[in-house]
T-cell receptor, first 111, second 111 residues
Framework: SQQGEEDPQALSIQEGENATMNCSYK?????LQWYRQNSGRGLVHLIL?????REKHSGRLRVTLDTSKKSSSLLITASRAADTASYFC???????????FGTGTRLKVLA | NAGVTQTPKFQVLKTGQSMTLQCAQD?????MSWYRQDPGMGLRLIHY???????DQGEVPNGYNVSRSTTEDFPLRLLSAAPSQTSVYFCASSYQGDGYTFGSGTRLTVV
């Protein structure tokens, strides 16, 4: 079974709006990472948040982590058409060095 | 160019054939992993390595072998190809798990 599950599975918004996607996981983690995948391409690392951090920013990205609820959220502010992609969270499964990905959120930003 | 190089980019195999997917990185990363991506399934971990001479199984290891004789290379061998192994395969590397760099993928079709 997947370690991480993203929600929603698909999201369609207008350019300029904010996009929020969530990730839930099952076991204790050292860190949680978010990746973007443009259609047909490899994944690109966006941001990493460690288990002792609650919030992190990188440009238009804001990530939060709630270890008590085993969940994380990725907020993309002022979205652009170029943000259209699939977004995945990844977690290390219980100190095993296995990085497990969720099923992803497909984001479509309409111009 | 620094990064993760996967070859070939496309491959068609007949059922029962064997082949090796190549993966090389020039960033001196200790961690390397192989994932497969199927529609609607996200990425699933096949095998991973935390250093030369050290490999371990991921979520879906059956039908695949790996070895890690050098830090740079992490080949994935399909022992006897089956149609269920039709997928896109991604290799990724990381410095101690802090954000993976992905290759561009190998699209494999087994007929």
């Amino acid at each position: 079974s997947q370690q991480g599950e993203e929600d929603p599975q698909a999201l369609s918004i207008q350019e300029g709006e904010n996009a929020t996607m969530n990730c839930s996981y099952k076991t204790s983690i050292n860190n949680l990472q978010w990746y973007r995948q443009n259609s047909g391409r490899g994944l690109v690392h966006l941001i990493l948040i460690r288990s002792n951090e609650r919030e992190k920013h990188s440009g238009r990205l804001r990530v939060t982590l709630d270890t008590s609820k085993k969940s994380s959220s990725l907020l993309i502010t002022a979205s652009r058409a170029a943000d259209t992609a699939s977004y995945f969270c990844a977690t290390e499964k219980g100190g095993t060095y296995k990085y497990i990905f969720g099923t992803g959120t497909r984001l479509k930003v309409l111009a | 160019n620094a990064g993760v190089t996967q070859t070939p980019k496309f491959q068609v195999l007949k059922t029962g054939q064997s082949m090796t997917l190549q993966c090389a990185q020039d960033m001196n990363h200790e961690y390397m992993s192989w994932y497969r991506q199927d529609p609607g399934m996200g990425l699933r971990l096949i095998h991973y390595s935390v250093g030369a001479g050290i490999t371990d199984q991921g979520e879906v290891p059956n039908g695949y072998n790996v070895s890690r004789s050098t830090t740079e290379d992490f080949p994935l061998r399909l022992l006897s190809a089956a149609p269920s192994q039709t997928s896109v395969y991604f290799c990724a590397s990381s410095y101690q798990g802090d954000g993976y760099t992905f290759g561009s993928g190998t699209r494999l079709t087994v007929v």
